[in-house]
Nanobody, 121 residues
């Protein structure tokens, strides 16, 4: 059974930083692309970033490009999202997901439970 457990969310002021982590179990972590997606209240789920199995190829949503960095440590079965220069519009529940390296939110086959990120102005 695949399990993805996110951590690192919280409340931060605009301009601040947070680092999200996602610990994966239940499948060979290094075989799969991984991604971060987010959903704000009343909005559709949005692609944030994705990374290939090796960590050498990354993809970002336009709204976070240049501010967020996705990375992974296959030895630790852990995915990361470093978020800098946070804006109030980044406020959302952030989900870790596995199974894709693309932008399609429906292409990921397993999801974590999500972690709340709130950015105050």
């Amino acid at each position: 059974q695949v399990q993805l457990v996110e951590s690192g969310g919280g409340l931060v002021q605009a301009g601040g930083s947070l680092r999200l982590s996602c610990l994966a179990s239940g499948r060979i972590f290094s075989n799969y692309g991984m991604g971060w997606l987010r959903q704000a209240p009343g909005k559709e789920r949005e692609f944030v970033a994705a990374i290939d199995w090796s960590g050498t190829r990354t993809l970002y949503g336009d709204s976070v490009k240049g501010r967020f960095t996705i990375s992974r440590d296959n030895a630790k079965n852990t995915l990361y999202l470093q978020m800098n220069s946070l804006k109030p519009e980044d406020t959302a529940v952030y989900y870790c997901a596995t199974g894709s390296t693309g932008r399609g939110t429906r292409d990921f086959d397993y999801w974590g439970q999500g972690t709340q990120v709130t950015v105050s102005s």
